[in-house]
Nanobody, 126 residues
Framework: QVQLVESGGGLVQAGGSLRLSCTAS????????MGWFRQAPGKEREFVAA????????PYADSVKGRFTISRDDPKNSVYLQMNRLKPEDTAVYYC???????????????????WGQGTQVTVSS
């Protein structure tokens, strides 16, 4: 199983930007499907963005489309989430998730991922 560690969270004013990083160990994630999810207090974990194992599909939640970008850096065995024009409603703990290649289940369901990081807090002030 792959181990994932997120970083890059913090406190930012509305309209600002943050870049979250997810670094993997234990496996090379070059052909893994990778996802970012978030969970706000009192709410269920929700899908943010994903990158299919082929790299050809990059779905985004409607709430972040046009503001967030997911990307992969294979030499660094890492995945990133660039978050621009942040809003207070983006405040949450953000989690990175991974699943091995060759699977075709929905990228937006947390249940379809095998490995999770511990999360990084993002707080957007108004």
């Amino acid at each position: 199983q792959v181990q994932l560690v997120e970083s890059g969270g913090g406190l930012v004013q509305a309209g600002g930007s943050l870049r979250l990083s997810c670094t993997a160990s234990g496996r090379t994630i070059s052909f893994y499907a990778m996802g970012w999810f978030r969970q706000a207090p009192g709410k269920e974990r929700e899908f943010v963005a994903a990158l299919s194992w082929t790299g050809a599909i990059t779905p985004y939640a409607d709430s972040v489309k046009g503001r967030f970008t997911i990307s992969r850096d294979d030499p660094k065995n890492s995945v990133y989430l660039q978050m621009n024009r942040l809003k207070p409603e983006d405040t949450a703990v953000y989690y990175c998730a991974a699943r091995p290649p060759g699977q075709y289940a929905s990228l937006s369901s947390p249940a379809n991922y095998d490995s999770w990081g511990q999360g990084t807090q993002v707080t957007v002030s108004s």
